[in-house]
């Protein structure tokens, strides 16, 4: 196995959605936590004039707990100079706290906070850009296309990881025909649908759809998911051409589906075993410039009895909903691939060098890792330990790069 797939399990593995480690129960202490109410404070400053927001917006105040389960979710409005509060919180260790504040349409978080023992006031402040309809600084980052069975022939979800590299925030143009940000579909997609709280984010049009969802700058400050359907014959190709320029794009393809993959450029990147069971096979493509085209050939007679990457919760589930489940859950695993990181898909392709011991080291490394999360899964370590301890030994690995 190449260092490559090894750190790709080391960053997919906390993604999917079998066993996530951050939905596992974390048994309690013998003593009682500690909870009390504070104050959140701090001022949202519009980082374009680097100076308060001379207006009063919309905030919001969440809490998470160990579980990951949203605990908090206080509404408030901010002063005219920026500054806000929030008071009578209930505040309690391992809770982590973000501010949410809404500026010209777009939602803008702050860092988390979290309190320590005996500390009721928090201090966080939330920066927000201005908008722009300029799309020149937007870049697909990643590019992620998963395959899989599916009733009535062969499922595809398109992941997209969005980077906004400006210092504004992009806002697609009210009027559909003039936004930049148009995606195209197959016309023979069958059964579209969107991972996304929202159903009023995507606008369908006859050859793809628009995200009118704004992205603000950072990298991978947006993502994308769409699935879909395509009736199935041997030999059939598939095309994608996104609007913008791609720096990464990987294939994903659940194994057993019988068919083989033909395409310029496209590079086996081997298999993977999932956490929850399940292979996938790995691909990996070159950028793509704006414009240009993603072409693979599909070779060989679709089997339609592979195994499920996402297993239904009852057989009662109807193919539609069972489809759904298997999209989404490949799709978890595409957006688990944001996770590798901006470092990784920098490199070009095929320039690796590294020595022996280094592999041996990085596959230590994935050992620990493993057995970190398994003793976090029967909650033996804290999640701040939990969290620590894991971050440390990824960098010890992404340093071996």
């Known amino acids: 196995m190449s260092k490559t797939i090894q750190l790709l399990l080391l960053f997919i593995l906390p993604f999917t959605i079998f066993t996530p480690a951050f939905a596992q129960t974390v048994e309690p202490d013998d003593q009682e936590p500690e909870n009390l109410l504070g104050e959140v404070s701090g001022t949202i400053m519009n980082k374009n004039l680097d100076s308060p927001v001379a207006e009063s917006l919309d905030i919001m105040l969440h809490g998470w707990g160990q579980t990951s389960e949203q605990q908090v979710m206080l509404h408030g409005q901010s002063e005219n100079d920026g500054t806000f509060l929030f008071t009578d919180v209930e505040f309690e260790i391992g809770y982590s706290y973000v501010v949410m504040a809404t500026f010209e349409d777009a939602a803008y978080y702050s860092d988390p906070v979290s309190p320590t023992p005996g500390e009721s ?10 908008s722009t309809t300029e799309p020149s600084n937007l870049r697909i980052e990643q590019m992620h296309i998963l395959l899989y069975a599916a009733q009535g022939g062969l499922g595809i979800s398109e992941v997209y990881i969005l980077s906004n590299l400006g210092d504004k925030t992009f806002a697609n143009a009210d009027d559909v025909a003039n936004k930049a940000l148009q995606f195209s579909l197959p016309t023979n997609a069958a059964n579209v649908s969107f991972e996304s709280n929202t159903q009023e984010r995507f606008t369908r049009i006859p050859d793809g759809f628009v995200d009118t969802a704004p992205i603000i700058p950072g990298i991978g400050s947006n993502q994308i998911a769409v699935s879909y359907i395509l009736e199935y014959s041997d030999g059939m190709s598939y095309s994608v051409t996104p609007p913008i320029e791609v720096l990464k794009v990987n294939v994903i393809v659940e194994e057993g589906l019988g068919i083989s993959l033909q395409g310029d450029r496209l590079v086996s990147d081997g298999s993977m075993e999932l956490q929850g069971g399940g292979l996938v096979s790995l691909y990996s493509h070159e950028g793509l410039a704006s414009g240009d085209s993603l072409t693979m050939n599909f070779v060989g007679e679709l089997q339609r009895a592979a195994q499920a990457i996402m297993p239904t919760t009852s057989e009662a589930v109807t193919s539609q909903e069972n489809n759904k489940g298997i999209a989404f859950g490949l799709t ?15 490199r070009p392709l095929g320039t690796h060098n590294g020595s022996d011991e280094e592999e041996a080291i990085v596959a230590e490394i994935i050992t620990e890792i493993a057995d970190l999360d398994e003793s976090h899964n029967r909650g033996e370590i804290s999640q701040a330990d939990y969290s620590r301890y894991r971050k440390r030994l990824i960098e010890e690995a992404k340093h071996l790069m």
């Open 121 to 130: 006031l928090l201090s966080v402040d939330v920066a927000v850009y201005e």
């Open 332 to 346: 978890a695993v595409g957006l688990g691939l944001v996770g590798f990181g901006y470092w990784w898909l920098k």
